[in-house]
């Protein structure tokens, strides 16, 4: 598994508040479960794939199953049913494609269920299987960005404008940020879908003249491709004041959401967006408001 990625790979795991190097979540990974007997399955749904010259963009939902047995015998089930990837992935020396970047999240909290060992068979608790401990691969090399320091200014300032525009409800100027044919994993989506359809959804629920939204960045990575393709990842916390469709004038707080996102240059040399993966590694809080003045609900 480590061979798929490139040295200076970057992922987002399911729960993690912030993107880290591939190297520290396969370590941790192996960490974790080296202890313990486990199994797991993935579900796989339809892989929606954006190509642009070595650089293919694979995205799709997913169903997560986790199964770990600890050393007293306890199993402790652990399922994901609607969960999200997208995987970036480029060309190597040797032409074979490998991941430089990962974005995991799960679009609604994950169900656990613990089993007592008295409870099992004894077929039951000696399933699960432990790591092999032969032959671990290294992390392939193989590939360096070159540094651009012009194009990751150029994309962190890009992330800031797209937050601008985002938060003053600039319609149009916002819409113009993407590609016609771009793809959006939106906050707590069980899919992706065209930009076209998010950004309408996005003016609905959040440009109205109730609304406002708020957004806190932290530090912005950026994987620069060529010249003309960059990777930006950043955590960032997204404030919401939303009037539901109940009436209700909601408070929405998500304080640990990440962000991927792909821009490209287009023909006039313009950097614009073409895939864009947000969630959120924790539990949004939810708080009711008093109806704005002048509206009765």
């Not at 044919?181 to 609905?204: D, M």
């Not at 109730?210 to 930006?232: F, M, N, P, W, Y």
Request: with cysteine; glycine share 6%.
């Amino acid at each position: 598994m480590e061979a798929m990625y490139f040295s200076t790979a970057s992922t987002f795991g399911a729960s993690s508040p912030r993107s880290e190097s591939a190297r520290v979540t396969m370590a941790r990974r192996l960490r974790e479960f080296a202890q313990r007997r486990w199994s797991l399955s993935a579900d796989i749904g339809i892989v929606d794939v954006q190509i642009a010259g070595d650089m293919a963009i694979a995205s799709y939902p997913y169903h997560f199953h986790l199964m770990t047995t600890s050393s007293d015998g306890n199993q402790c089930s652990v399922e994901v049913p609607y969960s999200a990837g997208t995987q970036i992935f480029i060309q190597d020396n040797g032409g074979i494609l490998r991941i430089i970047h990962e974005h995991f999240c799960a679009a609604e909290a994950g169900k656990t269920k613990v089993v007592p060992a008295e409870s099992l068979s004894a077929t039951e608790r000696l399933a699960g299987k432990k790591p092999s401990d032969a032959g671990a691969a290294s992390v392939i090399t193989g590939w360096v960005p070159a540094t651009d320091a012009v194009l990751v200014e150029q994309v962190r300032v890009l992330v800031r404008r797209f937050w601008e525009l985002f938060c003053s409800k600039s319609k149009e100027e916002f819409e113009q940020m993407y590609f016609p044919t771009a793809v959006v994993w939106a906050v707590g989506a069980k899919r992706s879908e065209p930009a076209r359809l998010a950004l309408v959804r996005r003016a609905r629920e959040f440009f109205g003249p109730e609304e406002s939204v708020k957004a806190e960045l932290g530090r912005v990575d950026v994987q620069t491709i060529g010249a003309d393709l960059a990777v930006a990842s950043y955590s960032f916390r997204f404030h919401i004041i939303q009037m539901q469709a109940n009436g209700k004038r909601m408070d929405i707080d998500m304080p640990n959401c990440r962000s991927t996102q792909v821009f490209r240059r287009d023909e006039t040399g313009t950097l614009r967006l073409m895939h864009e993966h947000a969630s959120t590694a924790g539990v949004p809080t939810y708080k009711e408001l008093p109806a704005a003045p002048g509206r009765t609900r």
